[in-house]
T-cell receptor
Framework: SQQGEEDPQALSIQEGENATMNCSYKTSINNLQWYRQNSGRGLVHLILIRSNEREKHSGRLRVTLDTSKKSSSLLITASRAADTASYFCATTGLAQGAQKLVFGQGTRLTINP | ETGVTQTPRHLVMGMTNKKSLKCEQHLGHNAMYWYKQSAKKPLELMFVYSLEERVENNSVPSRFSPECPNSSHLFLHLHTLQPEDSALYLC??????????????FGPGTRLTVL
């Protein structure tokens, strides 16, 4: 299975601090994506990083990818209360065919005011 | 708003009922997906449709029956469900279904409770 696994499972920090979440996976990938989910709602795509990229930025988000270690990290800088949500990494494999996003179990992030 | 809508948002049904979940995407995408999200389990892919053809069926029990009448609409017909089928059912769409082509856009989900 190429299932991603996020670490930590839960993270609680103060507003203004930076939050770092990690993701590990098992097989070779085409790309890795990060999604956010507010409680009981749908997922929102945050950022996609391809297997030949090492780092990507989007606003306060910074994603790194280390294919040799099969791991990725998501950094949220200057966190805000609105960043409170669950964060999931998802991978797509190299095999041709239907796009199968394989999700991890997520990191529950709580930003305390 | 992601451009993907789902109805109903909440559904309670008995094990002998028949109900349907509806998903509609307004993004002009060619691929649509059904996922199941249960408590304490990763999101599970159920079905993938591309241009109204089913291209993936992830060993889902026959009590779940998908239907894709056109590239904008996707249904999940439910019958004789079990209590363990209670979950959040998420619909998503993407530009196409080929691996590595980009992100998926999710609807808000239907919270299903089977009594």
């Amino acid at each position: 299975s190429q299932q991603g696994e996020e670490d930590p499972q839960a993270l609680s920090i103060q507003e203004g601090e930076n939050a770092t979440m990690n993701c590990s996976y098992k097989t070779s990938i085409n790309n890795l994506q990060w999604y956010r989910q507010n409680s009981g709602r749908g997922l929102v795509h945050l950022i996609l990083i391809r297997s030949n990229e090492r780092e990507k930025h989007s606003g306060r988000l910074r994603v790194t990818l280390d294919t040799s270690k099969k791991s990725s990290s998501l950094l949220i800088t200057a966190s805000r209360a609105a960043d409170t949500a669950s964060y999931f990494c998802a991978t797509t494999g190299l095999a041709q065919g239907a796009q199968k996003l394989v999700f991890g179990q997520g990191t529950r992030l709580t930003i305390n005011p | 708003e992601t451009g993907v809508t789902q109805t109903p948002r909440h559904l309670v049904m008995g094990m002998t009922n028949k109900k349907s979940l509806k998903c509609e995407q307004h993004l002009g995408h060619n691929a649509m997906y059904w996922y199941k999200q249960s408590a304490k389990k990763p999101l599970e892919l159920m079905f993938v449709y591309s241009l109204e053809e089913r291209v993936e069926n992830n060993s889902v029990p026959s009590r779940f029956s998908p239907e894709c009448p056109n590239s904008s609409h996707l249904f999940l017909h439910l019958h004789t469900l079990q209590p363990e089928d209670s979950a959040l059912y998420l619909c998503a769409s993407s530009q196409d279904h080929l691996a590595g082509r980009g992100e998926q856009f999710f609807g808000p989900g239907t919270r299903l409770t089977v009594l």
